[in-house]
Every structure is written in structure tokens, then in C-alpha cells.
């Protein structure tokens, strides 16, 4: 096997589980999506490539196929997801209500060294102002909250303008790309086996592979480690200082990789012989 | 606590002890069931959350919690509700390994309402209670009009953003050809249409240069 580096090295394999157990298969799309954008691999024929080729997505169904469903079940996805050895989850979704049970999901993925992201929401206004709801659990505490940056500003694009669909408030804490992303989408609902979608839904994923990349080059982080690294190093865009559609700013995964130095070299010499067998599967 | 923030529906002894029988039992094991078949009958996941796999693993906090902040505000108006409209309650449990176990149950009544938090209660592993809410995906965004050709979100934009931030991440990573051929004579056709379609390109964002990849720490 030839040497991967640290950002090729593949993750936790084998993951193709939902909640219950059963079927994971995306029976709406948007699931699809977003997981193209994290981790589509490279060269497929959808000329699509995720911005962690090299993660693994471990999916995890919490709504139907009509794109509903519970807070209890996302609240159990997110244990479930925890408990079965994810580093990073991406929540593009969102609720206006919150509730002690999600704020205790929450809390066991974040303690036990999960980063959490969730979409910032698509209301296209600004939370305090009349009828903006706020969305959850993008503003739970130790969940990442993920605004949408692109936009027409006249007849010409620009991609560090604030998107016109996202919902801007206080707990946003990053801005990423999210107009018009081009990622999979499953071939019975478009035949191409690609779509271009909009939201914070789109930014969020952005985002998370950003965090997955991090981690990729020091495992060791912590979650308040990563998000640091991605804060810290943010873009500023949009406002001068942190505004209330991207937070710290817009993305910066080099400079992410950058701000959280690789884990110390081992001292001793390498193995000569044959290369260890992978760790079993968590 | 619950019964500090709502003293009016403090649990009776007689509904305590009705948490025993094993029709409260019944009901609301029975209701945990449905949930999840309902859940397993769905046919496709929406897809979120998407759980990125890696090793990184963090100690197990203090799972202590505090028990004046376990059920939510809007828990005891909707068993005070439920003998009009049934509520389905959502439990956090946390054993003393640290795991959280999620379960729900529906309830008919104030009194099965009452039961069935006392019960939890009684377990001594209650973290959380709260009453379900509805969930959605965040759905594709309604977006300004498209000035240019494509329409809305085309491939204008998804050129504009979402290349350039690949190429960025394709600097870090060093090792993937971002395009192949084929890409790279698509875009030169679609950039060539658009110039012709209505004389100018979309403005490239930032993007870093593919073949400036600095070397990566081993």
C-alpha cells in the first residue's frame, strides 16, 4: 500500500447504518447532496468531488422522505451517531423549537469529541426582527451555526456577499459557500445524478468537511480545538468583524490546517515489515 | 425541576402508584415501539445528520446534570392538555456509564401523562423530558433572480463558488487532479456561451492556484 497522507487516510469504514438499523436510502435528495459536497469521491463520472474525499459518511436517517419528521429523532440520531464513532455531524436541517432532550443529545456527541454544524436557516432575515424564527439546533450551544455566503450584487456575482435566503443572527458562527452548489444527487429523482441546490443546508456540509479535514491532520483535536481552528482563521467577509451572517467570516480550510498543527512525529522508526492491519471498526 | 415549575400538576400518590401497573408500562413501551417502526417504515433518509467517521475520540464528561432544568417548560401544559389532544413527551436517560438513551411516549390523558413522568422519573437516570416538535430539512432556498444565462443557481454559480472553494481545498490537498480533461474543455464551452450569450464572464472569486500546492507537514 503505498503511503496516504495524513488528509488521505480514510476514516472509520463501514458505516451504513440508520438509527433503526435498516434503510438509509435517501429517499428525497437533499441527504445525497449534502453528502456529495462533504465527501463525493474524486473522478467519479458526476464530475462532482467532495471537500473531504478522503472522510467517510456514516448515514444516519432522521427525517422521511418527504423531508419532515421529529426532534426526538434527530436528538436520537445524533446519540447514534456519537455512539458509533463519528467525529463530525452535519445537521441540515432545523426547527424553530428547542428542547432539553436535544440540548442533552447535543451535549453527549460534544463531550464524547463530536463537532457538531448545523444550517443557520433560510429565512432570509434576521433573528429579533418580527416573525425571523430562530433555528435549532443551529443555536444550541457547541453546535456550529452555518450561514450561506454568495450572492448577484447586480448583474455580477460574489461569492463573499451575504446569500439573500440566510437567516442572520447572533449564533451564526460561519459563513460558507451555499448558492448554487453543484453536488450528487440520486439517480430515481435526477437522472444526471447531479443537482444544483441553495441554502444553509448547502453551507453547512462546507463547512463540516472543512472540520473533518482538520481533524484528518490531527485526530487528536478537540472539538473546541477545530472549531477554533476554523473560527480563527474565518475569512472576514461580508462586514468588517463578525457580522451576523457568517459569524468569525467565510471558510478557510488551509488556514484551517495551518492553525492546528500536525500531532507530534513518533520517535521511534517505523515499521520495516508489513504495515499493522486497520483498526477494527468502532 | 418539573414539579418546582409546575407545583399545580406535582405527580398524585395515586398516579405514582399507577406508574407501576403495567398498563402505564404497556403504553408507553408500546408507544416507544411505534415510534421507531414508524421510523423504520419511512423508506429513504433525507440525509441529515450525516455523521463524517474519524478516530478522534474525547473523555466522557461528567454526565451529572441538574435536575431543577429537566423537563421543559412546555412539558406540563401539554399533559395538562393531553386529555383533549394527546402529546408525545420525548425522555433523555443517562446511565451511569454516560450513555444516553432516547425513547419517547405518547400520552392520552393528564393522568397517563403524570404516570408515565413519574416513571421516568423513578428511574434515577432522567436527563431531559421535552414534547416532541416537528422537524424539517432546511429546504432549498428561494434565491434572487439570475441576471445572467442558466437560471437561477446554474451552473454560473455553482462555476463562481463552488469550484473556486474546491480549488482551494485542492491546494490543501494536494493529491486529487481537481479537472480532467473533460472538465476543463466543459468549462471552456460554458465560459465560451456565456461570453457569447451576454458579453462577459462572471467574476471569478479568489481562488488558489492547483499547481502552487506548498508542501504538507508529513
Known amino acids: ?282 | 425541576m418539573w414539579e418546582r415549575s409546575c407545583p399545580a400538576h406535582r405527580p398524585s400518590a395515586p398516579a405514582a402508584a399507577a406508574a407501576d401497573s403495567s398498563e402505564v408500562m404497556r403504553r408507553w413501551q408500546g408507544s416507544w415501539r411505534r415510534r421507531w417502526a414508524t421510523v423504520a417504515a419511512a423508506a429513504a433518509l433525507v440525509g441529515a445528520p450525516l455523521a463524517v467517521v474519524g478516530p478522534a475520540r474525547a473523555a466522557l464528561a461528567d454526565p451529572a446534570a441538574d435536575q431543577d432544568a429537566l423537563v421543559d417548560a412546555d412539558v406540563a401544559p401539554a399533559i395538562a392538555q393531553a386529555d383533549h389532544q394527546s402529546a408525545q413527551l420525548v425522555f433523555a436517560h443517562r446511565d451511569a456509564g454516560g450513555a444516553v438513551t432516547i425513547s419517547t411516549a405518547t400520552v392520552d390523558s393528564a393522568a397517563e401523562g403524570h404516570a408515565v413522568l413519574a416513571v421516568a422519573g423513578a428511574s434515577g437516570t432522567l436527563e431531559a423530558v421535552s414534547v416532541d416538535s416537528p422537524v424539517t430539512l432546511v429546504p432549498d432556498a428561494p434565491i434572487e433572480p439570475d441576471p445572467g444565462p442558466g437560471g437561477p443557481g446554474g451552473d454560473v454559480s455553482a462555476d463562481a463558488v463552488s469550484n473556486d472553494f474546491y480549488r482551494s481545498l485542492q491546494w490543501a490537498l494536494d493529491t486529487i487532479p481537481f479537472e480532467d480533461a473533460a472538465d476543463r474543455r466543459r468549462q471552456r464551452c460554458h465560459r465560451g456561451r456565456a461570453r457569447h450569450r451576454r458579453g462577459h464572464r462572471p467574476p471569478r472569486s479568489g481562488g488558489q492556484p492547483v499547481a502552487a500546492a506548498p508542501a504538507l507537514p508529513a
Open chain 1, 1 to 282: 500500500m503505498a503511503n496516504l497522507s495524513p488528509l488521505r487516510r480514510h476514516f472509520l469504514h463501514d458505516g451504513n447504518t440508520a438509527v433503526t438499523g435498516t434503510d438509509v436510502e435517501d429517499g428525497h435528495g437533499h441527504g445525497t447532496h449534502v453528502a456529495g459536497t462533504i465527501a463525493a469521491a474524486a473522478g467519479n463520472l458526476t464530475h462532482v468531488t467532495g471537500a473531504a474525499p478522503g472522510a467517510t459518511v456514516l448515514s444516519v436517517k432522521v427525517l422521511s422522505d418527504s423531508g419532515s419528521g421529529w426532534m426526538s429523532d434527530v436528538a436520537a440520531g445524533i446519540v447514534w451517531a456519537a455512539d458509533n464513532g463519528a467525529d463530525v455531524i452535519n445537521l441540515s436541517l432545523g426547527s424553530s423549537s428547542s428542547d432539553g432532550v436535544l440540548h442533552s443529545a447535543v451535549e453527549h456527541a460534544y463531550t464524547n469529541g463530536v463537532v457538531l454544524f448545523a444550517a443557520a436557516g433560510n429565512g432570509g432575515c434576521t433573528v429579533g426582527d418580527a416573525g425571523c424564527a430562530t433555528n435549532w439546533p443551529a443555536a444550541e450551544d457547541h453546535v456550529v451555526a452555518v450561514g450561506s455566503v454568495g450572492a448577484y450584487v447586480g448583474v455580477a456575482f460574489d461569492p463573499d456577499a451575504c446569500s439573500t435566503f440566510t437567516t442572520r443572527a447572533a449564533y451564526v458562527d460561519l459563513g460558507a459557500p451555499g448558492f448554487g452548489i453543484y453536488s450528487t444527487y440520486p439517480l430515481n429523482r435526477a437522472a444526471s445524478g447531479v443537482a444544483t441546490s441553495s441554502g444553509t443546508s448547502m453551507a453547512t456540509p462546507h463547512a463540516a468537511a472543512a472540520a473533518a479535514i482538520v481533524l484528518s491532520h490531527d485526530p487528536s483535536l478537540t472539538p473546541a480545538e477545530v472549531i477554533a481552528a476554523l473560527t480563527g482563521t474565518a475569512r472576514d467577509a461580508v462586514t468588517p468583524g463578525p457580522d451576523t451572517c457568517t459569524g468569525s467570516g467565510v471558510i478557510d480550510p488551509l488556514a484551517a490546517i495551518g492553525a492546528a498543527p500536525p500531532t507530534t512525529a513518533p520517535t521511534t522508526a517505523p515499521p520495516t515489515t508489513a504495515p499493522p492491519p486497520p483498526a477494527a471498526p468502532r
